[in-house]
């Protein structure tokens, strides 16, 4: 038994080292991405401040501090700053430019203040209480995060054609894990064990190592505030005060034919980059009647219309491939304008009811009974 503690407590010394060094490395890595967005920078900072707290709980590893309540109660209080920070890193990702610098800096004051509280006080209540405003913290930024989310993937699907690094479902995914693993941690054992604390790192290293490979990746997708919205709109009116219902039909017939030969004859949406902006030029309009127009003349969103035509273009060059030396999926998704054959497959799925080789397969028997 003793034999299997010391194990287990050797493990635990392997993980928190294997950590500290895990978090110094991205450390280094995310340098070189700091100044690429804001949400990058905050990542930065947040790892930085996460790798200084496993560097300085080194100290317990001397005899004289191993078994210090009030010391361990410090550095608890202390390592509750990285929380409005790694919060901050998760709103930023779902909603660019929020929070900012100001309510970042009151959050990481308000949580800041029960470090020289408890030094004053050096109280369980301190503690305490400083768990309970990072607890907080942290359920209000799942909220938001959830909240954001849902409005992001409005505006994407309303104004892009594609959602490869873009999407902010890796930003759910990571925000959940890491506040219930926490949660986990800090709550379901009454006392860290060894082995709670090697499995919360091992747990910690491939949820980071998620997290820092997708954010690398994601591009940021700045949404358009409320007011420029307005602002745009009201220049719309401004420039086209016709709104009876005969200007409106007349509008939407010259927007119908143009969009139409755009997609048939030019084949915008083979462009795997293509955005309502895009499209909206092309035709010589503007993106807030483009989307009007999709919206509510055709019901659709601007996301469904384009990637409904890379389906039937899909479907097209399927149709047209011979039964020996075909072109292999992937060669057809990028063909027919998508950006990966993941979201290829989704859609394809999703429009036909089918994968696209069981639907390649359906069009060689089809071929064959005609013959």
Known sequence: MEQQLLTVEAFAHYMRGAITIFFVFWCFKLYTYRRRNRMMRLLFYTTIFIAFSYIKDSVFLFAQWKN??????????????????????????????????????????????????????????????????????????LFLVVAFSVKYR?????????????????????????????????????YTTWLSEALY????????????????????????????????????????????NEEVMSHNYILAVRLEQKMSQDKLYLNPKLTSVDVATAIGTNKTYLSDYLNNTLNTSFFDYINTFRINEACRIIEMMPERGRESMSVVA???????????????????????????VNSLMKKNQIM
């Open 154 to 190: 409005r505006y994407i699907k309303l104004n892009y054609s594609y959602r490869d690094n873009i999407d902010v479902a890796w930003v759910e995914l990571s925000c959940v894990a890491f506040f219930v693993s926490l949660f986990v941690y800090y709550f379901a054992f009454d």
């Open 201 to 244: 790192n091992v747990f910690s290293i491939a949820l980071w190592t998620f997290l820092f490979l997708f954010s690398t990746r994601h591009r940021v997708v700045k949404m358009l505030k409320p007011e420029d919205n307005d602002e745009e709109q009201a220049a719309e009116k401004i420039e086209d005060p016709k709104s009876d």
């Open 68 to 141: 210090s309540f009030w010391l361990d109660d410090f550095v608890n209080t202390v390592d509750l700053l990285f929380i409005p920070l790694v919060c901050a890193f998760f709103i930023e990702a779902t909603n660019p430019g929020y929070p900012t610098r100001r309510q970042l800096a009151a959050l990481l004051s308000m949580q800041a203040l029960f470090i020289p509280l408890f030094l004053i006080f050096p109280d369980e209540i301190v503690v305490f209480c400083a768990f309970s405003v990072a607890c907080v913290i942290a359920l209000s930024t």
């Open 334 to 360: 990028q063909k027919s304008g998508f950006n990966s054959l993941s979201s290829f497959h989704r859609y394809f799925v999703k429009l036909k009811g089918i994968s696209p080789k069981s639907y390649y």
